[in-house]
């Protein structure tokens, strides 16, 4: 049995142990065979924050100098506000799961738009049909990913307003995406 008590443990094995689930938790939403669903309703924000982080900087070093830290700002900003309009809106619905569950499993389910970014930093402007089709299934995997997770936590008549605010959001990120903020 682990030993519960981490005061004593060193910063360094804290860290690993944290990057460890970080790890985990993406390969669930990367690949969804590998974990249970329920496996992200176990909280942490430190790997929503380190994939908006990473998205936030992505999107503000193809901006224009004068503009980075303005679209990193507003990444920033509105990653965390769209999560937390959705998932007010699925509380109010009655879902049974806490805020902060909500606003991890939205947080992880944006790696696969994270993914899309980075790639499409790579894709020359000329090719924007094969970044709109990088972007159009990064949607659907973050869609899906997260879907997964809201799956009969609120009554079944009710799901589609859960769902429709949680499409809504991911589109929102795939147009930062696409355009590049």
């Known amino acids: 049995m682990e030993d519960s008590n981490t005061l004593d443990e060193p910063i360094i094995s804290t860290l690993l142990r944290d990057l460890k689930a ?13 974990g249970r669903d329920n496996e992200l309703r176990d909280w942490d924000l430190w790997g929503p924050l380190l994939l908006c982080l990473i998205m ?25 506000l769209g999560s937390a309009v959705v998932t ?15 606003v991890c499993v939205m947080g992880y389910c944006i790696a696969p738009m994270v993914l899309a970014a ?14 709109t089709l990088l972007i159009g299934v990064a949607w659907l995997w973050s869609t899906w990913g997260s879907l997964r997770f809201f799956r009969g936590c609120v009554k079944p008549a009710r799901e589609v307003l859960v769902v429709y605010p949680l499409c809504l959001f991911y589109s929102f990120m795939s147009w930062m995406v696409a355009v590049g903020i």
């Open 22 to 34: 970080i790890g985990r938790k993406i390969a669930i939403v990367a690949v969804p065979c590998l």
């Open 56 to 80: 936030a900087i992505v999107l503000g070093s193809n901006a224009t100098s004068e503009q980075s830290g303005t679209v990193f700002s507003a990444v920033f900003a509105l990653v965390w």
């Open 88 to 102: 007010l809106n699925a509380k109010f619905l009655g879902a049974k799961l806490s805020f902060f569950q909500i």
């Open 118 to 131: 980075l790639l499409s930093l790579a894709i020359p402007t000329a090719f924007w049909y094969v970044k």
